[in-house]
């Protein structure tokens, strides 16, 4: 006889109506990867740094200049003459008989000073403009323009003094400590003039432009009893001053301008360095090793002013004892600009910080604005492990005909992020796959295989990186072929009834492959969709694709006996939902009956107490778009099939109750009575397809009991208690039987408030109907345990038995 899924009326209502409760799932993960970081990533990684001296520090004396505007703010003699005018500062405005100068401090390096005038033009037509001067550590003599020369200033200091006074052409006047040392004639004067001294004991150098520079050097000396010696310079003070005088007539004025000034100023130039960084690790020997990944851009920094090349690396290996240590592999670099450069270790790791490293010496060229400096610099290198960690998922054991047989894998970085770390050299994940693939083939890796009889396919996957090869993997599996059957899904028919108890049976008819893609799963209530099956093997391969879904929803699975199992979309406890791709689980059956659910690498097992016999999503929001299952049978409506149902002891006198044809939703209804003790056959007949018999064991007793067909469209949902569609006197729609005794104490008080209640308004009479109100009441809200109900009602049914024997059959009977 064909075995097919039936269970009862009872069943599917606690099935139909309930919110999945979720098992207390344990999960575990299985990946197959290869190796991740020494001491499980970032075992104490720091930035190092080695710095470089490629030049000294120097300084250096450079004039320094200034505009004249800047001036404006000393003590001037005459501050009413002031005009600034650009970046340029008028002291004197081409008036007769006028003079204006000033002193100031400067932090000049050296005793000197330079002054760019501009002449403005004067007053007559005799060519002459006054005259200019400069000088340090004395005071200018009031009124200096004289008719052969300047006063005579203090016996202090220096003062250079331009004028042409009585003489024919423009002069310029020296005077050390009060002497005279220059008269100098430098013809007329141009509209920019120069004027500027620098002081190196013992000489002093004496500037004049008037549009080319002319350099005049003095060495003053003294008579020291009988000998002649340089002589030094005196001062009163330390400040330095500029002064212009515009004479009367003969002697000339001017519009007199400073346009700027200069000095010398000592600058110190900093030494050229080169810092050197990269990520490290102490070895235990105390080195500061490069963490380097095989198949990476392993990154040293470069940071200097200076321009570098590389010129050529040596390289040698040691253990951390300091002993030279034999090893495989390669080192070289790849340039990245002047910001740095990438080590790449094509080397197998070493994974052991006690073990080996290599000492790589790179030889640098600096090039500084003042010379070309090398420089041999070595880099000790660690070699961690490899790049990238590749995590993969072989084939399954065993799937249908035409199934996809899909092999992914997934990456991940070993080095860590935001250090400038790059993969140079990607790993490579290839299969192959005797009988589909020639040769190795890149993962990710899919093919649908047809085949007539089941055939096994051996095969490989291996992972390289950086030509290593670093993990290996072999296994098979096992394709077989589908063909379509007939399955029966019967509701309605339970274990066991009684005599004169009628039975309300549903059933659909499909015939189907153990694959499909569905856009709707055929039932639904509430927010559960759901379908029944019939698994095929062992395995189930389950994918999804939802959007907007809560994380309170879930995949729902349907046990035969006891309640709906929930796996939520929270990536905890449960599945972490993709919605924007596909959703792919597979479901398993194990040898102990129970089921688990892998889900990637992970597993969660549901801990079902009977077998699950169907499966769907419970959706409070969002939207299905699809859902496909390979590996069990879903239902399927089909219409207008033919069937007959039979009742009775025998399987060979079986008696037709009911015949008809299958609605366009594929389901067919039959109504039985239960007439046979001990126990009653009912065979659900698929015309001419297949058919299974049921056997019910009937009780005699002899109130009959009519059992109804729970709709699968128009089911209440309820939050509270699910998996219940109907209210009892003990109701366990409110259950407080965790609360006793107080839930019994409470219960006690509504009947006596219901009962007050009715006193007062309806005097005993109402006391006595209220009692009986509150204890309905409290036995309705699930207060009192189940037997004080019936015990109220007994009570209840003697009062009412003694009322009627007083009222007509006497008092003493």
């Known amino acids: 006889m064909k075995r097919t899924i039936f269970f009862s009326l009872f069943l599917l209502v606690f099935i139909l109506v309930g919110v999945m409760g979720i098992t207390n799932a344990t999960a575990s993960t299985v990946p197959i990867k290869t190796p991740g970081p020494a001491g499980g990533g970032n075992p104490g990684y720091f930035k190092y740094t080695e710095q470089i001296s490629l030049t000294q520090t120097t300084t250096e004396t450079v004039p320094t200049s200034y505009p004249g505007e800047d001036l404006d703010s000393l003590s001037w003699l005459c ?54 001067g400069i000088g340090y550590g004395g ?23 331009l004028e042409q006074g009585g003489m024919t052409s423009y002069h310029l006047f020296v005077y050390f400590d009060g002497s005279l040392c220059l008269n100098a004639t430098v013809g007329s004067l141009p509209s920019n003039v120069g004027l500027g001294f620098y002081y190196v004991y013992p000489t002093l150098f004496v500037y004049y432009y008037n549009g080319t520079w002319h350099r005049y050097s003095i060495t003053p000396v003294e008579i020291v009893g009988t000998s002649v010696k340089d002589k030094p310079l005196d001062t009163l003070n330390s400040n330095y001053f500029i002064d212009a005088q515009d004479a009367g007539p003969g002697y000339g004025y001017a519009q007199w301008i400073i346009a700027s000034y200069s000095y010398y100023t000592t600058q110190t130039i900093p030494g050229v360095t080169a810092d050197i960084s990269w990520m490290a690790l102490s070895l235990s020997n105390g080195v500061k090793a ?112 035409g199934q996809t047989i899909s092999v992914t894998n997934s990456t991940l970085i070993n080095y860590p992020s935001g250090w400038g770390y790059v993969v140079l050299s990607p790993a490579r994940i290839d299969i192959e796959v005797q009988g589909l693939t020639s040769g190795y083939v890149p993962l990710p890796y899919s093919i649908s295989q047809e085949v007539q009889q089941p055939t096994t396919y051996p095969y490989t996957i291996i992972v390289t990186e950086d030509g290593f090869v670093i993990s290996s993997f072999t296994s098979q599996f096992t394709v077989y072929p589908v063909t379509q059957q007939p399955v029966m899904f019967v509701e309605g028919i339970p274990g066991s009834g009684v005599v004169g108890q009628t039975l309300h049976i549903q059933f659909q008819f499909t015939d189907a492959a153990p694959i499909a893609n569905l856009t709707k799963l055929p039932q639904s209530t509430g927010d559960l969709q759901f379908s029944f099956w019939k698994i095929e093997g062992n395995k189930v391969l389950l994918e999804f694709s939802v959007s907007n879904a809560a994380p309170n929803g879930g995949l729902a699975f349907i046990q035969k006996e006891g309640p709906n199992i929930l796996i939520p979309f929270n990536g905890s406890a449960g599945i972490l939902l993709n919605e924007s791709g596909v959703n792919e689980v597979q479901f398993s059956v194990l040898s102990s009956g129970l089921a688990a659910l892998t889900e990637g690498q992970v597993t969660i097992y549901l801990g079902n107490s009977s077998p699950v016999i169907g499966v769907g999503l419970y959706l409070p929001s969002g939207t299905m778009s699809w859902f496909f299952v390979d590996g069990a049978i879903l239902q399927n409506a089909m219409g207008n099939q033919a069937f007959v ?145 019936y015990v109220f009602i007994f009570g209840i049914a003697m009062l009412i038995a003694k009322t009627i024997v007083d009222k007509f059959m006497g008092g003493d009977e």
């Not at 008028?90 to 204006?100: M, P």
């Not at 005071?139 to 003094?161: H, K, M």
């Not at 851009?297 to 040691?318: C, D, E, F, M, R």
Request: with cysteine.
């Open 79 to 132: 501050p009413g003459y002031l005009s600034v005018t650009g970046t340029e500062l008028q002291i004197l405005s081409a008036t007769e008989f006028t003079q204006n100068n000033a002193s100031f401090s400067i932090s000049s390096s050296a005793t000197s000073i330079n002054v760019t005038f501009t002449n403005g033009g004067n007053g007559g037509a005799d060519s002459k403009y006054g005259g200019i």
């Open 139 to 161: 005071y200018i003599p009031a009124n200096p323009i004289g008719a052969w020369g300047p006063s005579v200033p203090d016996q202090y200091g220096i003062v250079v003094y």
């Open 290 to 401: 490069l963490v380097s990944f095989t198949g990476a851009g392993n990154p040293v920094n470069v940071s200097t002013s200076a321009t570098w090349t590389i010129q050529g690396l040596t390289v040698k290996n040691y253990s951390v004892t300091g002993n030279l240590y034999p090893t495989s592999g390669s080192f070289s670099y790849v340039g990245r600009g002047n910001s740095g450069i990438f080590v790449y270790a094509n080397a197998m790791p070493s994974q052991n910080l006690d073990s080996w490293y290599v000492n790589v010496t790179f030889t640098f060229q600096f090039v500084t604005s003042t010379q070309t400096v090398e420089k041999n610099i070595t880099i000790p290198v660690f070699v961690d492990t490899y790049a990238e960690q590749v995590c993969f998922l072989p084939p399954n054991s065993q799937y249908l005909s």
């Open 645 to 789: 149902v039979l009742t009775g002891v025998n399987p060979t006198t079986l008696t037709q109750v009911e015949s008809g044809y299958t609605n366009a939703s594929g389901w067919g209804s039959a109504t039985v009575s239960l007439t046979d003790v001990p126990y009653q056959l009912i065979d659900v007949d698929w015309y001419g397809v297949t058919y299974s018999i049921f056997n019910i064991t009937v009780n005699n007793v002899s109130t009959p009991i009519t059992t109804t067909t729970v709709s699968t469209t128009n089911t209440s949902y309820n939050y509270s208690q699910p998996f219940h569609n109907t209210i009892s006197p003990n109701s366990s729609l409110y259950n407080f039987s965790a609360y006793q005794p107080w839930a019994t104490l409470i219960g006690i008080a509504i009947v006596v408030l219901i009962s007050l209640l009715s006193w007062k308004f309806a005097g005993y009479a109402g006391a006595s109907a209220g009692a009986v109100m509150g204890l309905i009441a409290a036995s309705y809200l699930g207060l009192f345990p189940w037997y004080v109900f």
